[in-house]
């Protein structure tokens, strides 16, 4: 019987196979946008819940909305010092 390996021995393999994860994680993704294709809504709430690949635009946007917001509005109000009050 063969010893379980602990998280950390599994995260570095992980970590070690990095691009061959994300090589997955595109393909997959890459094939859902292309099943989307085929498959469709035949009862959209809205006109763009028709169209192929609207949820994949539409995530990509929104995901690069929350980057901008989180490095531009919040991280400077996180990035205070620990002392500092706010005021002048």
């Known amino acids: 019987m063969r010893e379980p390996q602990t998280l950390g021995a599994w995260l570095e ?6 691009q ?3 090589k997955a994680l595109f393909i997959v ?3 859902l946008v292309a099943l989307n294709f085929v498959i469709t809504n035949h009862h ?4 763009g819940e028709g169209l192929p690949g609207f949820w994949a635009v539409f995530s990509l946007a929104a995901a ?13 109000m996180l990035a205070r010092p620990e002392d500092d009050n706010g005021r002048p």
């Open 44 to 47: 959209p709430h809205f006109a």
């Open 29 to 31: 993704l890459a094939a």
């Open 64 to 76: 690069v909305v929350m980057v901008v917001v989180l490095k531009k509005i919040v991280y400077p």
């Open 13 to 18: 393999r992980a970590r070690a196979n990095a």
């Open 20 to 22: 061959a994860w994300k």
